[in-house]
């Protein structure tokens, strides 16, 4: 059995899309493609699927990821190009690899996150990022199943800050970009989260809702405070397993690194 993980977005109105609604589009794209997936065993037998850690609904992504089991081996760049081709336009898969090591899901332990403040000027929501992360605690509201619940949103953020907008963004309104860093804990601290936060600790309340979109997710470097990518481990084993055993593997630099 080959496993492979892919790497997939949520873009535009499709960021509207529920993982149901997904699933339903993913599932019918593995027909059209005739992939060769394995299935579950039982009366009502499924493919198998594993989904690690969606973003909600209403939230746009660049990292979502999941897994797919194959009865026959495939060649994950190609199998990318037949899934996407069968994709909506706005659910893409842009990223493929062959599972060389467990813990997919082990290694998505914080997500970096942008919301678009339309109509909040920058330097107000400087200072309501100053007064959030200067507060040791900060307790915030979310409705759930069984009533609403309270919890601290603010050790989970492990950066925040305030940006200007694009510089080819039309108009003369305020915008505030806010780019976080948010640790995946129990409970989940979500960017609404920390928006509510921001409310509490700055009466910062945007008069429209924010845009919210996922740009990465992996495993959370707590040295360099950054994000990393969680199929590298995959990539880097493939590439141990094409260096045949009497040859010593020679590293070589990223793409573009050394040019002025």
């Not at 394995?38 to 990821?65: I, M, Q, R």
């Not at 505030?176 to 936060?197: F, Q």
Request: charged letters at 30%.
């Amino acid at each position: 059995m080959q496993r492979i993980r892919l790497r997939y977005t949520k873009r535009g109105r499709l960021r509207f899309t529920s993982h149901r609604d997904f699933q339903r589009a993913f599932e019918r794209a593995l027909r059209r493609s005739e992939v060769p997936m394995a299935y579950s065993a039982g009366f009502t037998p499924h493919p198998k699927v594993s989904y690690a850690n969606a973003a909600p609904t209403g939230t746009g992504s660049e990292a979502e990821f999941l897994e797919i089991a194959l009865t026959e081996a495939r060649d994950p760049g190609k199998l990318r190009e037949l899934l996407d081709a069968s994709m909506p336009d706005g659910l893409d898969i842009i990223d493929a690899v062959e599972a060389h090591t467990s813990g997919l899901a082990d290694r998505l332990t914080a997500s970096v996150w942008e919301m678009r403040l339309d109509g909040v000027d920058v330097e107000d929501a400087r200072k309501a990022v100053a007064a959030f992360l200067d507060a040791e605690t900060v307790e915030v509201q979310r409705r759930a199943k069984n009533g609403m619940r309270s919890f601290d949103a603010r050790a989970a953020v492990a950066e925040l800050q305030a940006l200007d907008p694009q510089p080819d963004r039309s108009g003369d309104r305020p915008c505030a970009i806010l780019r976080l860093v948010v640790r995946h804990v129990t409970p989940a601290v979500r960017p609404d989260d920390v928006l509510s936060g921001l409310r509490v600790v700055a009466d910062l309340a945007p008069p429209v809702p924010a845009a919210v979109t996922r740009l990465a997710q992996g495993l959370f470097d707590e040295e360099s405070g950054t994000v990393t990518d969680p199929l590298a481990p995959d990539r880097e084993a493939a590439t141990a397993v094409l260096v045949p055993a009497d040859r010593p593997a020679v590293a070589t630099a990223p793409e573009g690194a050394g040019s002025a």
